[in-house]
């Protein structure tokens, strides 16, 4: 487990423990640089364990020192953006359904 690890997965499951659990398709949360100097390595350590259950962690958007992070169920949300009617409305705010990855972070 890398330094912080044990603070950092206690803001995870905090945050998102309905989407650990598999009862919601994903959470965002916020995280401040400063408290985890080595987030990235973090991310990569979380994203290998969680990955055997389907879950990501991904940053969404890094402004200063704060890093929004989404942690989401691949499958779930591809069984939600293959809906015609939810890819209809979101179509209207320039959003591509060509990879998961590029609608997120439009």
């Given at each position: 487990m890398p330094i912080n690890g044990y603070?950092?997965?206690?803001k995870l499951v905090f945050h998102s423990a309905l989407t650990l659990a598999h009862m919601k398709t994903a959470n965002l949360f916020r995280i401040n640089k400063n408290d985890f100097s080595n987030y990235e390595e973090c991310l990569a350590?979380?994203?290998?364990?969680?990955?055997?259950f389907g879950l990501y962690i991904s940053i969404l958007k890094e402004q200063g020192q704060n890093l929004l992070l989404y942690v989401y169920s691949k499958n779930?949300?591809?069984?939600?953006?293959?809906?015609?009617?939810?890819q209809e409305f979101l179509y209207q705010?320039?959003?591509?359904?060509?990879?998961?990855?590029?609608?997120?972070?439009?």
């Open positions: 603070y950092f997965q206690d350590y979380f994203n290998e364990r969680l990955l055997e779930r949300l591809d069984h939600i953006l293959s809906h015609s009617s939810i705010y320039g959003y591509s359904f060509d990879n998961i990855y590029e609608t997120l972070f439009h």
